[in-house]
């Protein structure tokens, strides 16, 4: 009977498994083929056959070691980018983040207000006066000019101030009437207790930040400058028809994402689940 | 020192970093740019003069301006709703399914954690002509005609699109998924003995009750193809919103005005449209959601 009953649960599934193993075709077919491609040479790369006759490591080796590339230098550029940033927020977004949750002050409510606002000013609009900023400041074709509007997020802001405000009291207190700095507490006491947030943080920040393309595009006029996107999109720009060196630069521009991506699984889809559900 | 002004000094201590960052390179930028697009500001330019609606007046008499609106509200009008629909779909399926759901739900969100720009040129590379593209080849080995896609006035802004839903719909289906888990069983259960059907059941206490999350994707979907720029930049013809056009954004409209004409002024002016536009479209969804949202 209970035998039974599964194959029945199983069978009234099937369409819906069909449907969805279909649909995770398409998903992963963009990245099959992109692969598939990076491992062709010229002569092969306009026959459209999933497995290459005769693959080819030579299109990695050109964009990763040609010195007519810039590949690993744009590579580490997003790295620095990328990791600046996110420690940078994972600092502050916390800090602010612990503030409006644990302190009673005038004026706690009117900063948390302008604080969240600024999530609804798109990037487009901004990008202009950064620009005008950054060109005043003689910052044009720095690090420090792709990374400043990143350097605190409000979401993040957001996002900490929730888990700070589920922190009991009493701990905190105790530890003040140890005798502990508050600057100690917020480090010692309160960061480790919220370190499963600040780890969902981290990565989301991390991938934004190695996403990113309209900032750095504009903040970076020098190659040696580029982040990985924007050296990609540049040097797709001008590669014309060399398709098997474009889909080997994409490639290389998300292995380190994937790589991510299946390292921490569980907490991306944990971390988006709790977004859309917080909002 | 009383105690609570201690505290205060503190808590200021702490933020004093953050907000000199918030008003400086959020709030005060976005209201210099606001006030610049009433000037005739622009980089080689040495003295501002206040011009008043003067930017506005000819940024709306610019038929390329206005093709970019249109270009725009046709992303968001289909594409937001296209995200959200096959993405609950997708959802109800994972949802029904004894075992598997994990391994699905990593394959459909992946697109949407790689880099725009890889993903963009992965799909122009898919888009193109015979004998080159792959979607041609396999549509003619079916025996369909072949697409133009990218380089057609009429098929490049929904092959675009086509993109930007395929990225999106994983990030949607998991927020979907995550608002089914959150819906006791023995709610459904309830209604199927009282000799509920499953559709029923479906569109009676299934759906209402992802109300608010349907809502919520609404209002971040339209934001996100309001804004849609990378791909536009990624895809057409010289990063150029073409051809003819008839793909670019009002994101990349603005982004040309100022980096590729330098008419700072006028590219500020066509940022604060798209702004109000955005903030519209917001409030409107949440006035119409708020009668239509009942637990």
């Excluded at chain 1, 005769?54 to 964009?63: A, E, Q, V």
């Excluded at chain 1, 105790?174 to 507490?185: N, S, Y």
Aim: include cysteine; charged fraction near 15%; aromatic fraction near 14%.
């Amino acid at each position: 009977m209970k035998a039974h009953q599964r194959t029945r649960r199983w069978a009234r599934a099937l369409p819906a498994y069909i449907v969805l193993s279909l649909l995770a075709v398409i998903m992963l077919f963009p990245f099959v083929w992109m692969i598939s491609s990076s491992l062709k040479d010229v002569t092969q790369i306009y026959q459209l056959k999933l497995f290459p006759e005769r693959p080819t490591l030579d299109n990695y080796r050109y964009i990763l070691f040609s010195t007519s590339t810039k590949f690993p230098h744009w590579f580490l550029n997003s790295l620095i980018v990328a990791v600046s940033t996110t420690v940078s927020v994972l600092f502050f977004d916390s800090l602010v983040g612990y503030t409006l949750a644990k302190f009673r002050f005038p004026g706690k409510k009117i900063i948390f207000l302008l604080i969240i606002s600024t999530l609804m000013i798109p990037t487009e609009m901004l990008v202009i006066p950064w620009y005008a900023m950054i060109r005043a400041m003689k910052w044009v074709n720095t690090y420090w000019a792709i990374m400043f509007p990143g350097m605190i997020s409000a979401f993040g802001v957001f996002l900490m101030r929730q888990f700070m405000s589920t922190i009991p009291d009493d701990l905190i207190d105790a530890a003040r009437v140890d005798g502990l700095g508050e600057l100690r507490i917020f480090l010692t006491v309160v960061l480790p207790l919220v370190a499963p947030a600040l780890a969902t943080l981290a990565i989301f920040n991390f991938i934004g930040n190695w996403n990113a393309f309209l900032w750095p595009l504009i903040a970076a006029s020098k190659p040696a400058m580029f982040t990985l996107p924007v050296g990609l999109a540049n040097f797709s720009g001008e590669a014309g028809s060399d398709w098997h060196y474009i889909m080997t630069g994409a490639a290389v521009a998300m292995a380190p994402l994937i790589l991510v991506f299946l390292i921490f699984q569980k907490q991306i889809v944990k971390g988006i689940a709790m977004t859309g559900l917080k909002g | 020192m009383k105690l609570s002004t201690k505290r205060s000094v503190t808590a200021y201590l702490f933020l004093a970093l953050p907000l000199v960052f918030f008003l400086c390179v959020r709030l005060g930028p976005m209201l210099y740019m606001l006030a610049m697009s009433f000037t005739n500001w622009g980089l080689l330019r040495r003295t501002v003069k206040f011009i008043g609606f003067k930017n506005y007046e000819v940024l709306f008499t610019d038929p390329v301006f206005l093709q970019s609106l249109s270009n725009t509200a046709r992303y968001a009008v289909f594409g937001a709703p296209i995200v959200i629909l096959l993405s609950l779909g997708i959802a109800l399926l994972l949802d029904s399914i004894p075992k598997g759901k994990g391994i699905y739900r990593l394959i459909y969100v992946l697109p949407y954690i790689t880099p725009v720009v890889a993903v963009s040129w992965v799909w122009r590379w898919m888009y193109q002509p015979p004998p080159l593209g792959i979607i041609d080849g396999v549509l003619g080995a079916l025996g369909l005609p072949a697409g133009e896609f990218l380089n057609s006035p009429t098929q490049a802004l929904p092959s675009i699109l086509a993109v930007n839903v395929w990225v999106e719909m994983g990030y949607c289906t998991i927020i979907f998924l995550a608002g089914l888990q959150t819906i006791p069983k023995e709610i459904s259960e309830a209604a199927k003995i009282d000799g509920a059907s499953d559709r029923q059941v479906l569109r009676r206490v299934t759906l209402p009750l992802l109300m608010p999350i349907t809502f919520f994707l609404m209002v971040m979907e339209g934001i996100q193809f309001l804004r849609i720029f990378t791909q536009v930049y990624n895809m057409s013809m010289q990063a150029t919103g073409g051809p003819l056009n008839s793909t670019k954004s009002a994101a990349l409209y603005i982004y040309q005005k100022a980096f590729t004409n330098f008419e700072m002024a006028r590219a500020a002016s066509a940022s604060a449209v798209l702004f109000v536009i955005i903030m519209v479209v917001t409030i409107l969804q949440i006035r119409f959601f708020d009668k239509r949202v009942n637990y």
